[in-house]
């Protein structure tokens, strides 16, 4: 076990930086292996006296540092394992530093790295000090100056932030280009991108009437695939203008696709960089989910240009305050770009299987937490989406009106600035007559709220008394918890189905707002003549786990009646939940009157939903096992996996006609990406889905369907659906010839072979085991390429959960392996992959046995400090 835990970073530990940054000059000399950086920064003292100057920097090797033109003596500077201190004269200064490093033996991929042969950087959060000494926080903010020279045939395109200055040769082999941000910045978005590619180019005129030149940089070959990642930054270019008022503000605007990187996607100021898996994509390679991905996430990059870069974050305590504001703002555009309802409920989806899961185990945390010991593992679910969730909450608390005011005023005022969630606070409570105190606290508090609700209709006196209590269990640091402002959407239904027009507070109306605002709280509806049935948090108004003290027929008739969609989709999946925990409980009763109702439920819903297939789609869902987990203890994912397998085996038996139907169609003519294609193409899949479970019975139609598909989605739906069947004969031997055929067809396109990589990997056939192993033999598999790693690793871990907690262990031991072996490469991915581990402590006594056992393995193995923290955690 590790010992030498360093101290975590506080929140009140926060000091100001007390040198101001007021130019910083780059100059790169690029070579793999010997990158010169000569930095120049120009500054002065703001406050104090003190004249020792802190810079941050890792892996760096000094080449020389001057003052105001002097070289600075030995003894003047002392370099550490975290940086330099130089002492520094009173009054302005002019710092010269010339460093070196090695961007080809940069494998964890933060800093300056090559990837494909090509300069790239990842700065967020702390790269840039691995490319020079600076002060790498994010509220030091300066315009900064790139030149960059390189081989020319090598090195064609030199891309930083800003504008093209000039560019030009050197000699006959070398070039040079210059860049200018003139948007005061932190480090952390810088970047810088030299290679050659193929440019795919295109404009947009922005509202004041400014042309700017849009290009997208990709692999030789690629430019096609870039059509859709193009037209969806215009369409959030435009979207941004319309509905947050924002403009483009630079001359140009560049994203360039990269084969190796850790995340999705990076805002860097004016030179977005993307993980290419998020850039390409056509009819034939992409996915429907990915074409969904690539919109949502050229939109998210292009929206921190306003939440994050022109307004950024104080600290990383603040992350949230970019990451949940832009996710919150990039989930409203696809909601507005797609369907509403649908995306609302597959947002929901996410947050409840990534986030809702995180707050349940031993890595829960605030969505601004106090301390934090690494901070690239705080770039978590609940940063993202509870940050997201929070500022949904508070426009339904708020109100329109108030909310697009408090937006702008906070737009207005820390413009240019660094600030913090209590900025971002003020801001809105100068726009609202709703006191936010209270709702900074769900900010601060960690775990999700539980709400129970209980309603007693008094048919004398014509009223119903919803009485709401909440509870929010104990999370890690936080033993003790205070009652949340729950904003919850509410109507009435009659035993009928209809909706009710009530009055709450004197206020007629068929949908309320309730805040429960303390543990307990009644609400008194008048005007009910009869027994009403509730349907609570609407819309997902709050992200809370519901015990809604409804039986299972009145869930029923909301979920045949409720003009909510997401109140009626959620309707069946509380249905569908209970009888599979049910069942689970019960593995030999036959459930036939629950069984039979709850699939007349479904067949009824996707009958009156069949003109909308993608929520028709979301109907044929069921709740996965990562789901059901949550609300379990000691859970057995065999056994679910088992019922669940059940379940969709009586649905597809029973809707067997309609099923084969919706299989046997297919889109024909152009490529279509939009979302009602995508709809029609995610219910066929859905319906494949469901008759796997048939085992063998379809077994021709789903080889038939491989091998006729058009389009990447369907291939991949009948894959998966091969994929399904455990130990199928015909299936079994379908899904390998179906394998080769695709390997055959993508071998030389990485991000497609990654699909291929993937469903194997997520596959629950006998052959699993090994099937991993040959896999990680495979000679495409890459240890240093996170999305192969993750096309393994994380695909099995998160997305088979049968293979993963095999009651042996062994997927345990298979994803600690990988662990071990990518965390001396990357330790950023390594300590994702850990995470995988978070619900441990939920799965029965031998599987926790077998999880510990590798958690302890993992920590005896003096990992690197991003992993370790997660299992410190994890272990604790
Ligand atoms: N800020 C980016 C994602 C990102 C976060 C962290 C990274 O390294 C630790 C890299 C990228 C976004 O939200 O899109
Ligand atoms: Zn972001």
Redesign the pocket.
Known sequence: MRTDTPPPVRLTDYRPYPFVIKHVHLDFFLEPTKTRVRNKMTGKRSFGEHALMNLDGENLKLISIAINGLAVPEEEYEITPEGISIHMPAGEFCLEIETEISPETNTQLSGLYMSGGRFCTQCEAEGFRRITYYPDRPDVLAPFDVRMEADKDAYPYLLSNGNPVRSGNIGTDRHFAIWSDPHPKPSYLFALVAGDFDVYTDSFTTMSGKETPLAIYVDKGDSDRSAYAMDALKRSMSWDEDVFGREYDLDVFNIVAVRDFNFGAM?NKGLNIFNAAYVLADGQTATDADFEAIESIVA??YF?NWT?NRITCRDWFQLCL??GL??YRDQEFSADMRSRSVTRIKDVIRLRSRQFAEDAGPLAHAVRPDEYARIDNLYTATV?EKGAELIRMLRVLIGDTAFFAGLNRYFDSYDGKAATIEDFLNAMQLSTSEDLRNFARWYSQSGTPTVTAKGVHDTIARTYTLTLKQHTSATPGQPDKIALPIPLKTALFSGKGRRLSTKLNGQANDEHLLILRDFEQDFVFTDVSSAPIHSLNRGFSAPVRLVDGLNDANRSALAAADNDPFAQWEGLQTLARNILLEMSKDEDGDHKDSLSAFIDAIDEAYTATIDDPAFAALILRMPTVGELILDQKDADPSKLHATRLKLKRAIARHMQGSLVATVQHSDTGVFDPSAAAAGRRALKAAAIDLLSGLQDEHADRIYESFLSAPTMTEKLSALNALANVENGGPSGEYFDKALLAFEEEWKDTPIVMDKWFSVQAMSIRADLRARLHRLCSHPDFDFKNPNRVRAVAAAFAMNNPVGFHAPDGWGYEFLTDIILKVDGLNPALSARLTTSFESWRRFSPDRQAHAEKQLRRLDDANLSKNAQDIITRALA
């Open positions: 805002e998210h990059e921190h994050g970019k990451e832009t996710v993202y």
